[in-house]
Structures are given as structure tokens and as C-alpha cells.
């Protein structure tokens, strides 16, 4: 089983930015596919960035041109640069393999992003 943690989160103005990092335990080097995924109240969870194993990358609409979604396969470690943040980017966020739970690969606790004046 490959855990994963994230952190980075916390509470920023609207057009702040944050980064957020997720360690995880086991190697990505094989992983097809790794995600940033977020759920807000009352909301299902949905993915909002990934990165291919080619390195190739994809956003849901609302975050493309605001986030950028990288990876350091040597640290096991994916990265979510978020700018220009908006109130309704308030989620937690979390990372796991695309599609979710693959590889042994489960979810983590989570980071707490809240954008708010």
C-alpha cells in the first residue's frame, strides 16, 4: 500500500497563491497517470489536474491557466502551483493516481484551502 501526504494548504486572499506538495511512499516513476483532485462542501469530489506518465498535462476548465500541475519522480513528489485563486477554488485537496486508487496507491488526509477576504 503507497500512502500519500499533502500539505501546503491554508487560508489566502482572492489572487493569492499557494503550492501544494504530495510526498508519497511509494515510487510514481510507473504510475500512468497521478492527480490533484479537491472537494468542496457539500460537493463530490472531482479532479482538476493531472499529469501523464509522458509528462503531458491536463485541467479541468476552471483551474486551466490559473494551476500548473508538476511532479520530482526522484522525491515521489507531485506539486500543485495555484495562482490567481478565487473563493470558489475553497476545497480540500487531495492526490492519488488517475483513476483513483490504483497501485495500491490510497487516499490521504488532505489539505485545507480556503480563499477568502
Known amino acids: 500500500q503507497a500512502q500519500v501526504v499533502e500539505s501546503g494548504g491554508g487560508r489566502v486572499q482572492p489572487g493569492g497563491s499557494l503550492r501544494l506538495s504530495c510526498a508519497a511512499s511509494?515510487?510514481?516513476?510507473?504510475?500512468?497517470?497521478m492527480g490533484w483532485y479537491r472537494q468542496a462542501p457539500g460537493k463530490q469530489r472531482e479532479l482538476v489536474a493531472e499529469?501523464?506518465?509522458?509528462?503531458?498535462?491536463n485541467y479541468v476548465h476552471s483551474v486551466k491557466g490559473r494551476f500548473t500541475i508538476s511532479r520530482d519522480i526522484a522525491k515521489n513528489t507531485v506539486f500543485l502551483q495555484m495562482n490567481s485563486l478565487e473563493p470558489e477554488d475553497t476545497a480540500v485537496y487531495y492526490c492519488?493516481?488517475?483513476?483513483?486508487?490504483?497501485?495500491?496507491?490510497?487516499w490521504g488526509q488532505g489539505t485545507q484551502v480556503t480563499v477568502s477576504s
Open positions: 511509494a515510487s510514481i516513476f510507473n504510475i500512468e497517470s
Open positions: 492519488n493516481t488517475v483513476p483513483a486508487n490504483r497501485r495500491g496507491f490510497n
Open positions: 499529469i501523464t506518465g509522458g509528462g503531458s498535462t
